[in-house]
């Protein structure tokens, strides 16, 4: 590859390193065609970035970045492809999905919400780590909840108190 190719795939990834909030770096060598595709067009549903790099010009183009990768530079060995998202769990769960049929991808490391995880260990953990917009419901629902009670029971005792009015004046003395 020629330095001038090299220089605007580099720019290439940088841009999607700024651009997307999560990356997960894994290995699907050993992927037949058909489960290839079938990654891609997941990934693609899914809004994820699916791209085989080569591990320089990753390293470099991580560098350029203002993120901090300095503990995933260890899994830059070997086939790489990575994963760029914007919800830090979606990948997580395709590469679960994808390992009910194959042994593969495999997760060497990840960079999501700041934090770096590197190993296939770190699969379930990074499943199910939450989303903002997953957070953000959570904490209405759980903020609605105590109204809701106050509500519903102002709402039955008032029925309560009507019953009981009715019944006491209806009640022969």
């Known amino acids: 590859m020629k330095k001038e190719k090299k220089d605007q795939y580099i720019e290439s990834l940088s841009a999607l390193i700024d651009e997307y909030q999560h990356l997960y770096v894994t290995d699907i060598s050993g992927l037949n065609a058909e489960d290839t595709s079938a990654l891609r067009r997941d990934s693609f549903k899914k809004e994820i970035k699916l791209v085989v790099a080569k591990n320089t010009l990753l390293k470099i183009a991580m560098d350029r970045s203002e993120k901090n990768f300095d503990d995933l530079y260890e899994t830059l060995k070997g086939n790489s ?4 998202s914007n919800v830090g769990n979606v990948p997580a769960k395709l590469i679960k999905a994808m390992r009910k049929k194959n042994e593969k991808p495999i997760l060497k490391g990840a960079y999501v919400e700041e934090s770096v ?3 296939d260990d770190q699969l379930d953990v990074l499943a199910s780590i939450k989303s903002k917009e997953e957070l953000i419901g959570d904490i209405v629902m759980l903020l609605q909840s105590p109204a809701k009670n106050v509500i519903s029971a102002l709402q039955s005792g008032g029925n309560t108190i009507a019953g009981l009015v009715k019944t006491l004046s ?4």
């Not at 492809?81 to 760029?84: A, K, R």
């Not at 209806?170 to 003395?173: A, G, I, L, N, V």
């Open 117 to 119: 995880y590197v190993g």
């Open 170 to 173: 209806e009640r022969p003395e």
């Open 81 to 84: 492809s990575i994963m760029f």
